[in-house]
T-cell receptor, first 110, second 114 residues
Framework: GQQVMQIPQYQHVQEGEDFTTYCNSSTTLSNIQWYKQRPGGHPVFLIQLVKSGEVKKQKRLTFQFGEAKKNSSLHITATQTTDVGTYFCAGPDNFNKFYFGSGTKLNVKP | DGGITQSPKYLFRKEGQNVTLSCEQNLNHDAMYWYRQDPGQGLRLIYYSQIVNDFQKGDIAEGYSVSREKKESFPLTVTSAQKNPTAFYLC?????????????FGPGTRLTVT
């Protein structure tokens, strides 16, 4: 079956440092979505990318969708303590079954 | 207030008992999903439903059952056949089941079975 892997599994950064998480799918995705889950909370939708090579920005967050539509990345510039949480990528397979990545847990030290 | 609700927030059961987790949405969404999350892990799909009276198994459906008799409700039963039921259970919904739309999550139910 389809697999969606993320690296790294954990990342500890000093406040102000940049952070990147990478998402890789074993199959082509029609779209990729990113979610953030705060400690003790539930996942919250951040953004969706649809086109090959697409890049979207949300303030300090930059999202990219790979040319082959099998990988994606999320980059946070100048992290803040409010960025703490686990970031998940997710996407559907050809049968509309949804797969979430393994997640990257970000810890930001003030 | 529109949204998706799950109850209860915490649930404790003895081993060997079936337990049903509630999930309700008033977003008029066609699709609903159940995920399981273990500590420090990602989300694994248990069951999903793209339309009323229809549902499909996810990757870890064994030991679970669902029903979708109403558009707004998608209850999950954790049966005694589930070998390791203690986990955080998340319900979600989306406008359609095509995977083209974002998913909205409920607050989750933490189930502990002893």
């Amino acid at each position: 079956g389809q697999q969606v892997m993320q690296i790294p599994q954990y990342q500890h950064v000093q406040e102000g440092e940049d952070f990147t998480t990478y998402c890789n799918s074993s199959t082509t995705l029609s779209n990729i979505q990113w979610y953030k889950q705060r400690p003790g909370g539930h996942p919250v939708f951040l953004i969706q990318l649809v086109k090959s090579g697409e890049v979207k920005k949300q303030k300090r967050l930059t999202f990219q969708f790979g040319e082959a539509k099998k990988n994606s990345s999320l980059h946070i510039t100048a992290t803040q303590t409010t960025d703490v949480g686990t970031y998940f990528c997710a996407g559907p397979d050809n049968f509309n079954k949804f797969y979430f990545g393994s997640g990257t847990k970000l810890n930001v030290k003030p | 207030d529109g949204g998706i609700t799950q109850s209860p927030k915490y649930l404790f059961r003895k081993e060997g008992q079936n337990v049903t987790l509630s999930c309700e949405q008033n977003l008029n969404h066609d699709a609903m999903y159940w995920y399981r999350q273990d500590p420090g892990q990602g989300l694994r799909l248990i069951y999903y439903s793209q339309i009323v009276n229809d549902f499909q198994k996810g990757d870890i459906a064994e030991g679970y059952s669902v029903s979708r008799e109403k558009k707004e409700s998608f209850p999950l039963t954790v049966t005694s056949a589930q070998k390791n039921p203690t986990a955080f259970y998340l319900c979600a919904s989306s406008i359609s089941g095509t995977g083209a739309n974002e998913q909205y999550f409920g607050p989750g139910t933490r189930l502990t079975v002893t």
